[in-house]
């Protein structure tokens, strides 16, 4: 082999190289990319006119900015997070998420479940979600003071808490700007009317800030 040859042969070998080290690095984007919501009757239009809860809002807003991106609503009313987590995985491996937004919580604190326990269930929902790959935003959640000062407390800190040791998005309190408004409620007192969708639509999408280029990738 002449020099000529081993020289065009090197560049060849030292090309190929470098295309294959880039591989990893070149971003997958699915034609059909999903969000899927994960919460309880918070996010499942509980009480609500069909197509009137915050979760519509989001698929709206996402079609006006012509984005891929795809809603699947999971919610059902009444879930906590034991039972978020047994269903978790079916979802994860049917519809294949880029972002899950984890709602729940807040049933286990209203029927006086451990704290350790909604804990460990959240903090293995967001390393199954993980672990798959999908982006994921916890909502935090507060209940009633009538439920005891420390327990209170202690589940009020435990959003903030989990989000951090496990490097995810946090929604502080995804009731902001409603759960002190008596007129944003239905007649239960517990489940917010449609006028309070649009608020907790706009707490969700600024809590999206950090995914916001990944939601327009087309």
């Known amino acids: 082999m002449n020099c000529y040859r ?26 059909n990319p999903v969000i899927l919501v994960m919460g309880d009757s918070l996010s499942a239009e509980y009480g609500l006119p069909r197509g009137a809860g915050w979760v519509k809002l989001l698929e709206v807003q996402l079609q006006k900015q012509a984005s891929p991106w795809s809603v699947f609503n999971a919610s059902i ?15 994860l491996e049917s519809k294949k998420p880029g972002i899950v937004l984890l709602e729940l919580g ?8 451990s704290l350790g326990q909604t804990t460990m269930n959240l903090r293995r ?13 916890l909502f935090g959640m507060q209940i009633p003071p009538n439920y005891g000062q420390q327990y209170t407390k ?14 995810v ?24 009317n449609t006028a309070a969708q ?16 990944l939601l327009q990738v087309q």
Request: with cysteine; hydrophobic share 50%; aromatic share 8%.
């Open 6 to 31: 081993l020289t065009l042969l090197i560049k060849e070998l030292l090309l190929t190289g470098l295309f294959c080290l880039l591989i990893p690095f070149t971003p997958v984007v699915h034609a």
């Open 77 to 91: 009313s009444g879930e906590t997070s034991s039972g978020g987590l047994n269903r978790l995985p079916a979802l």
């Open 106 to 113: 807040a049933n286990d604190a209203l029927r006086g479940l």
């Open 125 to 137: 929902m967001i390393e199954l979600s993980k672990d798959s790959g999908a982006k994921v935003l």
């Open 154 to 167: 202690q589940f009020k800190e435990l959003y903030p808490a989990l989000a951090s040791k496990e490097g």
């Open 169 to 192: 998005a946090l929604l502080p309190f995804f009731l902001a700007g409603v759960a002190s408004n008596a007129e944003l409620f239905q007649a239960d007192n517990i489940h917010p």
């Open 198 to 213: 649009s608020i907790l639509f706009k707490n969700v999408w600024g809590a999206l800030a950090p995914y916001q280029k």
